[in-house]
């Protein structure tokens, strides 16, 4: 949070005046038009209360910082989800590399300084990543991924791009499993043996398969 009110003393960035200047407007006037369509309104409506706290008509340097606060820490946010999804991918050791490298980033830093929806897109594609992880047979999942896609799209139209990663989890998730079980076998075929019982009354079959993922 250092540096927080760096440059108010001045007219801040265009862009960041746009959403300031709009929200607090939108609060005002209990309004649902945020007024600047080149983005959506999500972002918008997530500022407007905080700037309705702050009561500053027109907007001031102090809607400036706690606009900003609210990026910084949905910022901070963003490290923990950084290390929990490296965690589930490769590890603690890979989860706090992924939380160190997000946090002393020169890129992320400075957009987490100012109010734009960069830092609250970031937040809705780490928990869509996360999402994405536990697809499977379960319907819960899928909606979770659903919300967070839903929530990234209302933030940056970009955010269509994060589809394709959705359709590749879900085509390559695993298929359903034994509810009970702690741990799950996927494997892949290889032949049938057919074995002679110790009596003349059958036959023992035996599949023989190649385990591909172990899942805990």
């Not at 590890?91 to 300084?113: K, R, Y």
């Not at 998730?173 to 043996?193: I, M, N, Q």
């Amino acid at each position: 949070f250092v540096g927080l009110s760096a440059g108010l003393r001045h007219p801040p960035h265009n862009d960041e005046r746009v959403f300031v200047e709009n929200a607090r407007r939108m609060a005002a006037e209990l309004s649902l038009d945020h007024g600047f369509y080149e983005y959506p309104r999500l972002s918008f409506f997530v500022v407007a209360p905080v700037l309705a706290l702050v009561g500053e008509t027109p907007p001031a340097a102090s809607s400036y910082y706690w606009a900003r606060a609210l990026v910084a820490a949905t910022g901070a946010a963003c490290c923990l989800l950084a290390y929990r999804l490296g965690q589930e991918l490769a590890g603690i050791g890979a989860g706090l590399l992924a939380a160190l490298l997000l946090a002393v980033s020169p890129v992320a830093v400075e957009t987490a300084h100012a109010f734009r929806p960069d830092v609250l897109l970031q937040a809705a594609t780490f928990l869509a990543m996360l999402a994405f992880r536990r697809l499977g047979d379960a319907a819960a999942p899928d909606l979770l991924a659903g919300a967070a896609l839903g929530a990234a799209g209302a933030l940056k139209f970009s955010a269509v791009f994060l589809l394709p990663s959705y359709f590749a989890a879900r085509v390559l998730s695993p298929g359903p499993r034994v509810a009970e079980s702690p741990c799950h076998f996927e494997c892949r075929y290889l032949s049938t043996h057919r074995l002679r019982g110790s009596s003349n009354a059958g036959t023992v079959d035996v599949v023989y398969g190649e385990v591909m993922r172990i899942h805990v």
